[in-house]
């Protein structure tokens, strides 16, 4: 299949363009590289550089490639900068949803991939969480990644298109090659923090809260390696080829790490002793997100192959040793 990856230059596009080319599909890659990097971008796909917010890059890039379907990565997706700033996520996230809609629809492209978040369930009421749970967003973040699922719902009613939505827990890993991974300006993300340490660019990791009503105090999170998230899109987009109807499914293993057991496992493996330190809460974080992606196996066929964290943590730290500054030169 001839696929589209808008956002094929940020973290979980440029692995899944990896994925798909590997599984013999032609790939064109969009980004305006504002977060994404050009060289994450594998050197068989075709790039384009243009922002999705901009209707004539679109109508130009539909009319040159007829694509199959289109995956959908290019969002902002910080949580405190949501918080901050969250026009800017209406603006990126939502508006530019509005207008990539609109080139589908008048293209006649009609099946989409695309990534949501655990972050629109905001703090749940149980765990493991089912697509079914209430969706009650913390943070604009989450909010606006509900209101795309949303958009997408009253677009494929309208018009027919058919959408499937990837509900992601915590992304990590990278590529086994060691040649693209994790690189965000500035990292805000529990593992590759974690890994400045051995990499020595931070003395110490900074836990934030040690008084959640948990095993041992610190956040429960359900960690998912990258390129069981890539595998998870791929599967989506040969679903909605096979006629499948618009749904949406959560991405996780369904087991929850504390963030001192995954320090734990950075240090078992860098082989450096890590020291951490105990902060304050961080405004947002629910006590524990653990997701029930039963749903995925059984309608996708998906099967994490790399649900061990330990060998998240090590494809991670084989990234970023090698890249102590991303991509940066
Ligand atoms: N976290 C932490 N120290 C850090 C960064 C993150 O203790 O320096 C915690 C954070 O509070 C959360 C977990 O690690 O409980 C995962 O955070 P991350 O930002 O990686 O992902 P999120 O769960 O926010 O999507």
Same mark, same amino acid.
């Given at each position: 299949?001839?696929?589209?990856?808008?956002?094929?230059? @940020?973290? /979980?596009?440029?692995?899944?363009?990896?994925?798909? +080319?590997? &599984?013999?599909?032609? $790939?064109? !890659?969009?980004?305006?590289?504002?977060?994404?990097?050009?060289?994450?971008?594998?050197?068989?796909?075709?790039?384009?550089? @243009?922002? /999705?917010?901009?209707?004539?890059?679109?109508?130009? +890039?539909? &009319?040159?490639?007829? $694509?199959? !379907?289109?995956?959908?990565?290019?969002?902002?997706?910080?949580?405190?900068?949501?918080?901050?700033?969250?026009?800017?996520?209406?603006?990126?996230?939502?508006?530019?949803?509005?207008?990539? +809609?609109? &080139?589908?629809?008048?293209?006649? !492209?009609?099946?989409?991939?695309?990534?949501?978040?655990?972050?629109?369930?905001?703090?749940?009421?149980?765990?493991?969480?089912?697509?079914?749970?209430?969706?009650?967003?913390?943070?604009?973040?989450?909010?606006?990644?509900?209101?795309?699922?949303?958009?997408?719902?009253?677009?494929?009613?309208?018009?027919?298109?058919?959408?499937?939505?990837?509900?992601?827990?915590?992304?990590?890993?990278?590529?086994?090659?060691?040649?693209?991974?994790?690189?965000?300006?500035?990292?805000?993300?529990?593992?590759?923090?974690?890994?400045?340490?051995?990499?020595?660019?931070?003395?110490?990791?900074?836990?934030?809260?040690?008084?959640?009503?948990?095993?041992?105090?610190?956040?429960?999170?359900?960690?998912?390696?990258?390129?069981?998230?890539?595998?998870?899109?791929?599967?989506?987009?040969?679903?909605?080829?096979?006629?499948?109807?618009?749904?949406?499914?959560?991405?996780?293993?369904?087991?929850?790490?504390?963030?001192?057991?995954?320090?734990?496992?950075?240090?078992?493996?860098?082989?450096?002793?890590?020291?951490?330190?105990?902060?304050?809460?961080?405004?947002?974080?629910?006590?524990?997100?653990?997701?029930?992606?039963?749903?995925?196996?059984?309608?996708?066929?998906?099967?994490?192959?790399?649900?061990?964290?330990?060998?998240?943590?090590?494809?991670?730290?084989?990234?970023?040793?090698?890249?102590?500054?991303?991509?940066?030169?």
């Amino acid at each position: 299949m001839k696929i589209l990856v808008l956002g094929g230059a @940020g973290y /979980i596009g440029s692995h899944t363009v990896y994925a798909l +080319l590997d &599984a013999g599909h032609s $790939v064109v !890659v969009a980004d305006n590289l504002l977060t994404g990097f050009r060289s994450a971008v594998h050197p068989e796909a075709k790039f384009y550089l @243009g922002d /999705i917010r901009d209707i004539h890059f679109l109508n130009d +890039l539909f &009319a040159r490639e007829k $694509v199959d !379907v289109v995956i959908h990565f290019a969002a902002c997706s910080l949580v405190g900068e949501s918080v901050k700033d969250p026009l800017k996520y209406y603006d990126n996230n939502l508006y530019g949803t509005k207008v990539l +809609l609109e &080139a589908m629809v008048s293209n006649g !492209v009609d099946k989409i991939v695309f990534s949501s978040t655990a972050a629109t369930y905001g703090e749940p009421k149980r765990v493991p969480i089912l697509e079914g749970d209430p969706t009650e967003p913390t943070n604009p973040y989450g909010e606006t990644k509900l209101a795309m699922e949303k958009m997408f719902k009253w677009v494929s009613n309208a018009h027919g298109l058919r959408y499937v939505s990837l509900r992601y827990f915590n992304a990590c890993g990278a590529h086994e090659s060691g040649r693209i991974g994790e690189a965000h300006n500035p990292e805000s993300h529990l593992i590759p923090l974690i890994l400045q340490v051995p990499g020595g660019k931070r003395p110490f990791i900074s836990i934030f809260g040690g008084d959640y009503p948990t095993k041992d105090g610190t956040c429960v999170r359900d960690y998912i390696h990258v390129m069981d998230l890539a595998q998870a899109h791929i599967l989506a987009a040969q679903y909605l080829l096979n006629g499948g109807a618009s749904d949406i499914f959560n991405l996780g293993n369904g087991v929850g790490f504390t963030v001192k057991e995954v320090i734990d496992v950075a240090r078992a493996v860098t082989g450096h002793p890590i020291p951490a330190r105990m902060e304050d809460r961080r405004a947002g974080d629910p006590a524990q997100l653990i997701a029930s992606s039963d749903k995925a196996r059984s309608v996708l066929g998906w099967n994490p192959q790399h649900a061990d964290l330990e060998e998240i943590v090590a494809s991670a730290w084989k990234w970023h040793h090698t890249h102590p500054n991303g991509y940066e030169e």
